[in-house]
């Protein structure tokens, strides 16, 4: 599978090799990570990708996907579905970077990337949450076009639902 690009972004899909070294957190020689990569939330959806791996399969494109900036190549996050669409078209997802990296719209604009290649690949509706006092976090799922779709005592959640799936729509239209 091809890496997704995005104006400041590649959202690079992560082998299960590239998996093992995010969470034994030993970079190949061509592996370049930004200082503070993998974070702790990178280790854990690496983990959760290589059991899905060994489990049923290897979930491309369905799967975690590295940030990296297209400046330099350096990773500095990760975002991935938790797995497969659902009978009823559905994904939920998750991301983060690394503290050094937010608050420059990097979170935002690979979750809309990553929006769009679900969208045109008929995902009819993306799922996700954050802490109720992770502001930061719901801001970025607002931006990419999100909306509030709930909560309960520990998160808020959010979701987009498309009723038409073409391709290359823009979200935040929806």
Known sequence: MSDLVTARLVLH???VSEAERVVA?????????????PTDGDV????????????????Q?????EIRRREDGQAIGG???HGPADENGSVTIGYGLIPSARGKGYASEALRGLLLFAQARGVTCVK???????IASQHVMMAAGMRPAGQDERVRYFE???????ANTDPRSQ
């Open 13 to 15: 899909p992560m082998s």
């Open 25 to 37: 957190g030993e970079s190949d020689s061509g592996a370049r990570w930004a200082p503070g990569y």
């Open 61 to 65: 494109p369905f799967g975690n996907y």
């Open 79 to 81: 975002l991935g579905f």
């Open 160 to 166: 987009i639902v498309w009723t038409d799936t073409t």
């Open 44 to 59: 854990s959806a690496a983990r959760r990708f290589l059991g899905t791996c060994a489990n049923t399969g290897d979930p």
């Open 128 to 134: 996700g949450d954050a802490d109720h006092d992770n």
